[in-house]
């Protein structure tokens, strides 16, 4: 065999091996889903921004007879 064959047949042989592991993650690896992205107080500061900002919109458009 040439020297060409034989890394193409490792090759090969390695890509097989790989094709059977996949799909088979250990269990460390695999997330669990109990983290949310975001931390609980960034979490409450965006909550008080956003119904902070409505219940202002409201009052001034309640103050103002609805005109912008």
Same mark, same amino acid.
């Given at each position: =065999?040439t &020297? ?5 047949e490792r090759? @090969? @042989?390695?890509?097989? #091996?790989?094709? &059977? #592991?996949?799909g ?9 889903? #109990? ?22 919109? @409201? @009052?001034? &458009?309640?103050?103002?007879?609805? =005109?912008?």
């Amino acid at each position: =065999m040439t &020297t060409s064959k034989r890394l193409a047949e490792r090759k @090969i @042989i390695k890509f097989q #091996k790989n094709i &059977t #592991k996949r799909g088979s993650v250990p269990e460390a690896s695999v997330k669990k889903g #109990k983290d949310y992205p975001v931390g609980p107080i960034l979490l409450g500061f965006f909550v008080f921004v956003v119904v902070g900002s409505s219940l202002f919109q @409201i @009052i001034r &458009t309640a103050l103002h007879g609805g =005109m912008a």
